[in-house]
């Protein structure tokens, strides 16, 4: 037998007389002859030794690039307290907390994520997770239509794969999805309020977007409620412990992806998505939620709450059929909140900003840069350039860096575009360096 | 102590400790516009790194994890999660990598991703598979929208119903109508009380039409029976239009025995964490990906990876493709564990996963049958569902059976799942587990059946040993509190 | 299990009392035991129609979530508003604890509904 299986023969023999048949096959008897037989064409098993030297033949075929590059992952620091901690098996191999008292570990740290989810984006109430920020934000739209509204206003500067997304849950559900016009880098005002109607189920809008600005909201809630339509922001977390936050901004539903929260970029994933949204709310909110109780002793205790909401109750009615999230994912964020606390978080921020900033300031001096829109921007920034962004990109890979996005990857005519990311793992030689290639072409 | 163990994080913040370090940076401040910031700071816990580890070491202490005890959750094949799949797939070279790299310094883990299609599809029988749903329910969700596009693709636009067999994991009803399908439900076989969870046949021909676009089956299905007549059930399908959606929750009992595809099923989904061995982690990161039929792959979400040459490389959105289900390419680094595990299983020990499995649960259920009542006694997969207690003289429940194995150590089974059976119990014993586990579980669960004849009053307290005992779950619904600021509110 | 003798019931176990040309309805004794501990409500509002047969409002326990049905067309005149603090009052007393107050379209449509001892013989089947 195979070192995971633990059956000697002579067990599988007792183990079949309990059964009262006399060989395996016979508890394979039902299966139709017809399916079963198949030669699988797969390759044989691997020793410890074996595996180990196939992987490595893996990784060294994979060439990490040191990124200045964002577009939805950031490379920002994992402290090493998390993946050691993650790797606990109390948290790593439970499942859903279904029986609260052997899962206050679980639940416990849900009820902590979520209270940092809540205090970061200042609404009243967030869930467990989400699979990643795109999806989120679909399962927010989802929150929002009704039978009679099932038009969503995106504006046109959101993330185009998080604006794919939505695109690919709205189609079979026939919800209209309608873009809100661009405007020198932000989302058109005026077109938001031509485009709002008695149909508008919600208004979506990425802060900071898709060339990192900064959108500025004033105003919008109001119009929005007037309508009553849902104002969904999707906002970057790691830009939260300074900028003006969902709540602030009259969101009744807060969105977003956690990679930014010291999640390594693992070539896409996992990720964490994050929900927040208003007490109002949150009984229509998709997911798992947290509350605390008292135990018979009347001890504080976690459990699993207004899971009446849930497909496992609600089978058809269920507003969503999320059901396994990002667990571990949260354990993530919520040890990398609590290492990082109020001042660690400002501190990594900041740095990020500062770089951003510094870094464009250089390019901007370099005769191939200038700044198409001039408006405020975190810590990722959009140039128009007159060089060739592959070559950009080409280049800078040869000296070990992945280059900024290309906007000409998501649409044609923003092809001279191209996206920076800096975070606080740059370093100023590093910077330094790109600074001097660039200038160089 | 308990006490000072168990308060939350931001119980034990003390200002101005800190627990992070980072480098000062040469670059000057930069000034930020006050309008947009907010005005009142984020509150988070101020702690040491010290005080970090200690805290989540003592939350972890009050979990049960499989590594800890015996965990036979039906439908979750909570088995073994072998370590050098943690260690392989920790290597930097994997987990630095951003997604837009470009593909030819990504060639490793487009290979791993490459050939973890092609396995899966190879064990189910099918086309090929996306990698990119990150759940079960994502999958199914995913698969839905893949049977629409198929049927819009033909013109044919009246298929709107899903038919979702009685006994199915509540997340396949509500899959169907997140993807904006009306549900339709098919009997199971019943005599009287007696149900088996296999489809009635009868009812099936009875539900479809020509407006059924598919249905989603499990096979086993959740009562742990196999569906003997599932090619007379594809064939009627299939010949009333519709495609055949395969939930993999169960798939671990049937792995190199027989395959979905060959059944006659059109989509799938699998559960990476189920049967492949990758972490449950409390809930997720899991990942589902679904396979199709050759027919159905020009429907598959986008990314896709191909092979062209010798090259790996990332297709975007093609023509027919119901589009983007997630940002990037799905849960890769559970992914990367998965292949992990089936390289160090191969080919030569698939089979015995399905055989132990069954072996496991079909020994468990003829043990304890003398004490609980077992409404199907037909040999079963990998798992099979107990009614309550057999001799039950106090009117116990299947949730006092299940509190009082907490006290044992031992993780109970899903309860109350099935919806068939008032007091379902699912026992799911993976193939991991040794024949020693299993006879101190029937041990302890005759025991528990004797408790509730002569002591129903302990079940009745049970938990008596847990971390907390049994909670009063209608006050956190009534008045929900869900944030630290909630309880200082009281 | 209570089922007083003046009211009307439905096969998805809702009651319907006639109180000065006014129709008020409810959930049974029998549906609340079924649901278990009930921890929200969500009602319709003032003015809303209600069509026979068709859901009104929603009930949810630690457990289980049930819609309830209307058994007789009609117009909201009033919701119980306590219920929405305390949907605990259906536990205790689902017949004293009506859910809506209605405006009766058809009074006829009262006679196709069940009586106490029909209800009766119908829930213990």
């Known amino acids: 037998m195979h070192k995971y299986l633990p059956h000697t023969e002579k067990d599988i023999e007792k183990m079949l007389e309990r059964i009262g048949v006399s060989s395996m096959d016979d508890l394979f008897a039902e299966i139709p002859d017809a399916l079963k037989g198949v030669d699988l064409d797969l390759p044989e098993s691997l020793s410890e030794i074996e595996l180990r030297e196939h992987f490595e033949r893996l990784a060294s075929q994979n060439e990490p690039l040191v990124p200045f590059m964002g577009a939805g992952a950031y490379d920002h620091y994992t402290p090493s307290v998390i993946p050691y901690l993650l790797e606990r098996q109390e948290f790593m191999t439970a499942y859903t907390p279904y029986q609260p008292e052997v899962s206050q570990g679980t639940l416990q740290y849900i009820f902590e994520y979520q209270t940092m989810i809540t205090e970061l984006t200042g609404m009243d109430v967030s869930n467990a997770s989400m699979y990643d920020g795109a999806t989120a934000t679909a399962e927010a739209m989802f929150m929002a239509v009704k039978k009679k509204r099932k038009k969503v206003l995106v504006a046109a500067t959101i993330n185009p794969n998080v604006l794919n997304v939505l695109r690919t849950y709205a189609h079979p559900r026939g919800i209209e999805i309608v873009l809100v016009d661009e405007a020198d880098g932000v989302f058109d005002k005026d077109d938001l309020a031509e485009k709002l109607d008695e149909d508008t189920a919600a208004f979506i809008v990425q802060t900071p977007n898709v060339y990192g600005i900064i959108e500025s909201l004033e105003g919008v809630a109001d119009k929005l409620q007037d309508n009553k339509s849902l104002f969904i922001i999707n906002q970057d977390p790691s830009t939260l412990a300074y900028l003006k936050t969902p709540a602030e901004w009259g969101a009744d539903i807060a969105v977003g992806d956690c990679q930014t929260l010291g999640v390594p970029l693992s070539y896409g994933g996992p990720y964490i998505g994050y929900m927040a949204t208003t007490g109002k709310l949150m009984r229509q909110m998709p997911g798992r939620i947290c509350g605390v109780t008292e135990d018979v002793e009347g001890k504080r205790a976690y459990v699993l709450t207004l899971q009446a909401r849930e497909q496992h109750i609600r089978r058809e009615k269920a507003k969503s059929n999320i059901c396994s999230n990002q667990s571990l994912m949260a354990l993530h964020v919520t040890i990398y909140l609590s290492l990082m606390g109020k001042k660690g978080l400002k501190e990594v921020q900041k740095t990020s900003y500062n770089h951003a900033h510094y870094l464009k300031s250089m390019l901007e001096k370099l005769p191939s840069f200038e700044d198409p829109f001039e408006k405020p921007f975190f810590k990722e920034f959009t140039l128009k350039t007159t060089l060739d962004p592959d070559r950009i990109n080409q280049v800078l890979r040869e000296k070990g860096y992945l280059g900024p996005l290309a906007q000409g990857r998501f649409a044609e005519e923003k092809k001279d575009l191209v996206t920076f990311a800096v975070t606080e793992k740059r370093t100023k030689e590093q910077m330094d360096e790109v600074i001097r290639i660039l200038g160089a072409m | ?490 | 299990m209570k089922t007083p003798k003046d009211l009307r019931y439905t096969e998805t176990h809702e009651w319907v009392r006639i109180e000065n040309g006014h129709a008020y309805i409810g959930i049974t004794d029998y549906a609340q035991d079924q649901l278990g501990e009930i921890v929200f409500i969500e009602l319709p509002e003032e003015s809303d129609d209600l069509e026979k047969g068709e859901e009104f409002a929603a009930i949810e326990s630690v457990k289980a979530a049930s819609d309830v049905m209307a058994p007789v067309t009609g117009v909201v005149v009033a919701v119980n508003e306590a219920l929405e603090e305390s949907p605990e009052l259906l536990n205790e007393d689902p017949y004293e604890n009506w859910i809506v107050k209605i405006e009766l379209e058809d009074e006829s449509e009262l006679e196709g509904l069940m009586s106490a001892e029909e209800y009766e013989n119908m829930s213990k089947e």
């Open chain 2, 1 to 490: 102590m308990a006490k000072y163990y168990g308060d939350l994080i931001f119980e034990k913040s003390v200002e101005g400790r800190k627990g992070y370090s980072l480098p000062v940076s040469p670059v000057k401040d930069y000034d930020m516009d006050e309008n947009l910031l907010r005005e009142e700071e984020a509150d988070l816990p101020e702690v040491s790194e010290f005080d970090v580890v200690r805290h989540y070491t003592n939350v972890s202490f009050k979990n049960h994890g499989i590594e800890k005890g015996f965990y036979p959750l039906g439908s979750c094949t909570m088995k073994y999660n072998p370590k050098i799949n943690l260690e392989v797939s920790k290597d930097p070279r994997f987990t630095s990598l951003h997604p837009y790299q470009p593909v030819e310094t990504v060639q490793g883990i487009l290979q791993i991703y490459y050939e973890t299609q092609k396995m899966l599809a190879e064990i189910s029988g099918l086309d090929t598979y996306s990698l990119n749903p990150y759940a079960g329910a994502h999958g199914e969700h995913v698969g839905l929208m893949i049977i629409r596009a198929y049927h819009e693709a033909k013109g044919d636009f009246k298929r709107t119903k899903i038919i979702v067999p009685d006994s199915a994991h509540g997340t396949n009803p509500a899959s169907a109508a997140v993807a904006g399908f009306d549900v339709v439900e098919v009997k199971s076989n019943c005599e009287g009380d007696h149900c088996d969870g296999t489809v009635d046949i009868d009812h099936l021909k009875e539900v479809l039409d020509d407006e059924v676009a598919g249905i989603m089956l499990t096979n086993p299905n959740t009562v742990g029976m196999f569906e003997k007549d599932i090619l007379e059930m594809a064939k009627l399908v299939h010949d009333a239009g519709g495609l055949l959606y395969y939930d993999g929750a169960n798939l671990n009992p049937i792995l190199g025995v027989a395959r979905p595809g060959d059944m006659g099923f059109d989509i799938t989904h699998i559960n990476l964490h189920k049967t492949f061995s990758t972490p449950h982690g409390g809930g997720g990161p899991g990942s589902g990906p679904v396979g199709v039929t050759k027919e159905l792959k020009p429907f598959l979400p986008a990314p896709v990876v191909r092979k062209a040459g010798d090259l790996y490389l990332v297709d975007g959105i093609g023509k027919d493709s119901i589009g983007q289900v997630s940002h990037f390419l799905g849960n890769i680094n559970v992914v990367i564990k998965a292949y992990s595990y089936l390289r160090t299983i191969g080919k030569d020990n698939l089979r015995d996963i399905a055989k132990l499995s069954t072996l496991n649960a079909n020994y468990v259920k003829e043990s304890l049958k003398s004490h609980y009542k077992l409404p199907v006694q037909e040999i079963c997969k990998h798992e099979f569902v107990f009614d309550g207690l057999k001799d039950n003289p106090h009117g116990l429940r299947a949730l006092d059976v299940a509190k009082r194995l907490l006290d044992f150590d031992m993780h109970p089974p899903t309860v109350y799942f099935p919806l068939l059976y008032r007091e379902a119990m699912m026992i799911e014993p993976p193939e991991n587990e040794s024949k020693q586990t299993l006879d101190a579980f029937i041990d302890i669960m005759k025991k528990i059946a004797e408790e509730a004849k002569e002591d129903p009053e302990t079940l009745k307290k049970a938990p008596l040993t847990t971390p907390v005992r049994r909670l009063d779950e209608a006050q956190a619904a009534r008045n929900p509190r869900v944030k630290f600021k909630d309880l200082l509110e009281d």
